[in-house]
C-alpha cells in the first residue's frame, strides 16, 4: 500500500462549508506536495471572495443558535470531538507528516496536543462566568461574558494541525461559530479535522474551511465586514497587514508572529540537559517553529567545548523522510529551502563558513543541513531575521548583565530558554528578559494549559490556558437601580 494510501489522502480536495464539501467558485487548483519527495499529493480548490462570504455567512446562520444552547451542550460535544482526534491520530499525523514533511513522532504529539485542547476547552466551556460588583445598596450589577460572533482564523504551515486547534477550540467553546484559512502548502489537516468535528457531532456551518491563497480567500475572510475576530498565525508582515484592513471594520484582532528566540547557557548548567534542550530548540520540525530558539548565547567560560560537543550531536541527526524514523525531516517547500539557503549564504558573508552543515542534501526533497553559525555578532542580519529553518547562531557572552542584554537585543520577543543551576540567576533572567514565555533547564517546556503569545514584535494577545477565552468573547455590565421607587 502506497504511503499515501495509508493515510487515506484523497486525490482532490474541495472546501468544507456549512457542513460539507463545496466546489470553489472558480476552477482553480493548487497541488499540496510532500516536500520530502516534491511529489504531488492532492490538488485543492482554491477558494474565492465569494467563498469566503459564503463561509461566513454560514458561520453567522450557525452561531444564532450554537451560542443559546446550554454550554454543557458545548462541553460534550467538543468532548466528542477531542476522542474523534485521538481515534483518528495514526491518520491525521501521517497527513501532517505528508505535507509538512516533519518526523511522524512529532506529528503524531501535535495531534494528541490538537485532541488535548479540545479536550482542555471542553472543560472551560460550561464555566466562562461574569462577576457581581458591589456598587451600593440600590443597584445590582453583574457582568457576563459574550461570544463575539464569527471568528476568523488565519492558519500558517509549520504546525497546521495543532495550530487550527488552538484558536478554534477555545473559540467553538465560548460559543463562536469559526471560518478557517489553511496555509497554501498544509490544507489537508484542516479538512480532515473539519470532517471529524461534523462526524463527532459538530452542527453544521460552525467550522468552516477555506483553503486559498492569502490574498485572496485570506484578505476576504480578514476584511469581511461580518467577521468578528481575527486570530492570525503567521510572519509578521502578512500579520500587520491583516491587522491594518481589520482596523477599517474595527474588527478584534490577535497576532500570534515570529521570534528569533534566545537560548542561554551558564556555566553551572547541567551539561547533558543544555546541550539536549539546545537540540531541541532549533532543530525540531527543522527549525520551523515560531519559538525556535534560535539564537544560542553560551557563556565564554564553556563556550568551545560547549559548541565541539553541538557540532558532534548536529553531525549525528539522521535527516530524511519524516514517514522513517528519523530526527529531521525536510522543510516545508522549495520556495522556504530557497529562503533559507539565502540566509546561509548571508551568514557566510557576515561571520564565514557555519561550523557544521550549510548545504541543501543532494536528493529529492528539501532537505537543508543541520547547521551552526558560531561567533556571530548581536548586528548581524542572521541574529536578527527569523530564519525559520534549522540554522542556528552561536554568540558568547562574558557574565550575567552581557547574557539578558544579548537575549533583548533583537525586535522580537516571543520565548526564551535559561541553563543554570543557581535559582536566583533564573528568576533575574525570567523577570528582565522580554519574552512571552521563560523555559527554565528545559526547551518547550510548557502546554496547552500555559498562556503563549509575543512581546514587541512577535504579537499582540495570548492563545492556550484560560486566559484564550477572553480573545473569543466580550464582556457586558449589567447594571439594575433596585432602590424603593416610593
Ligand atoms: P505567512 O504570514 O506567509 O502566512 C500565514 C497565513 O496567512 C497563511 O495561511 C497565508 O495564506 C495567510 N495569508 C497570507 N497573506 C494574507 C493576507 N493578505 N490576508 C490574510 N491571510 C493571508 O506565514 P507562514 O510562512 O505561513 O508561517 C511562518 C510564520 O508564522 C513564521 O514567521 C512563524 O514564526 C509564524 N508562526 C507564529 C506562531 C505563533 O504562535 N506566534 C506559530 C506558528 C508560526
Not at 69 to 87: F, G
Request: negative net charge.
Amino acid at each position: 500500500m502506497s504511503k499515501k494510501a495509508l493515510a487515506a489522502v484523497s486525490d482532490q480536495y474541495d472546501l468544507w462549508i456549512g457542513g460539507d464539501e463545496r466546489p470553489a467558485g472558480s476552477d482553480d487548483q493548487l497541488a499540496v506536495v510532500n516536500p520530502a519527495t516534491e511529489e504531488p499529493l492532492a490538488d485543492v480548490a482554491m477558494g474565492t471572495a465569494d467563498d469566503a462570504d459564503a463561509a461566513v455567512e454560514n458561520a453567522r446562520d450557525a452561531f444564532e443558535s450554537w451560542h443559546r444552547r446550554p454550554p454543557k451542550k458545548r462541553t460534550q460535544i467538543l468532548t466528542d470531538i477531542a476522542a474523534a482526534i485521538r481515534e483518528k491520530n495514526n491518520q491525521l499525523a501521517r497527513i501532517e507528516t505528508l505535507e509538512n514533511g516533519k518526523p511522524l513522532g512529532e506529528a503524531e504529539d501535535q495531534v494528541e496536543r490538537c485532541a488535548r485542547h479540545f479536550e482542555y476547552y471542553a472543560g472551560i466551556a460550561d464555566k466562562i462566568q461574569g462577576e457581581s460588583i458591589p456598587l451600593s445598596e440600590e443597584y445590582v450589577d453583574y457582568t457576563v461574558r459574550e461570544p463575539l460572533g464569527v471568528t476568523a482564523h488565519i492558519v500558517p504551515w509549520n504546525v497546521p494541525i495543532y495550530l487550527f486547534a488552538r484558536s478554534v477550540a477555545p473559540a467553538l467553546a465560548a460559543g463562536n461559530a469559526a471560518v478557517v484559512k489553511p496555509a497554501e502548502e498544509t490544507p489537508l489537516g484542516a479538512l480532515e479535522l473539519a470532517r471529524l468535528a461534523s462526524e463527532a457531532g459538530l452542527p453544521d456551518g460552525l467550522l468552516n474551511v477555506v483553503p486559498g491563497y492569502g490574498n485572496e480567500a485570506g484578505a476576504a475572510i480578514t476584511g469581511h465586514p461580518d467577521v468578528n475576530s481575527i486570530t492570525f498565525t503567521g510572519s509578521g508582515p502578512t500579520g500587520t497587514a491583516v491587522a491594518k484592513s481589520a482596523v477599517e471594520n474595527v474588527t478584534e484582532t490577535h497576532l500570534e508572529l515570529g521570534g528569533k528566540s534566545p537560548n542561554v547557557v551558564f556555566p553551572d548548567a547541567d551539561w547533558e540537559g543544555a546541550l539536549n534542550g539546545t537540540m531541541t530548540a532549533i532543530f525540531t520540525n527543522a527549525g520551523q517553529v515560531c519559538s525556535a530558539g534560535s539564537r544560542l548565547l553560551v557563556h565564554e567560560d564553556i563556550h568551545e567545548e560547549f559548541v565541539d560537543d553541538l557540532v558532534e550531536r548536529a553531525e549525528s541527526l539522521d535527516v530524511g523522510s519524516g514517514l522513517k524514523d528519523v530526527d529531521m525531516g525536510p522543510l516545508v517547500s522549495e520556495a522556504h529551502l530557497e529562503k533559507v539557503l539565502s540566509y546561509v549564504d548571508i551568514g557566510r558573508e557576515e561571520v564565514g563558513e557555519p561550523v557544521t552543515g550549510g548545504n541543501a542534501l543532494d536528493r529529492d526533497g528539501y532537505f537543508v543541513e543541520p547547521t551552526v553559525f558560531d561567533d556571530v555578532p548581536m548586528d548581524t542580519r542572521i541574529a536578527q531575521e527569523e530564519i525559520f529553518g534549522p540554522v542556528l547562531t552561536v554568540t558568547p557572552f562574558a557574565d550575567e548583565g552581557e547574557a539578558i542584554e544579548l537575549a533583548n537585543a533583537t525586535d522580537y520577543g516571543l520565548v526564551a530558554g535559561v541553563y543554570t543551576e543557581n535559582v536566583g540567576r533564573a528568576h533575574r533572567f525570567a523577570r528582565e528578559v522580554d519574552a512571552g514565555q521563560i523555559y527554565i533547564n528545559e526547551y518547550f517546556a510548557s502546554g496547552n494549559e500555559t498562556p503563549f503569545g509575543g512581546f514587541k514584535r512577535s504579537g499582540i494577545g495570548r492563545e492556550n490556558g484560560i486566559q484564550a477565552i477572553e480573545n473569543y468573547t466580550q464582556l457586558k455590565n449589567v447594571c439594575l437601580n433596585i432602590a424603593p421607587t416610593e
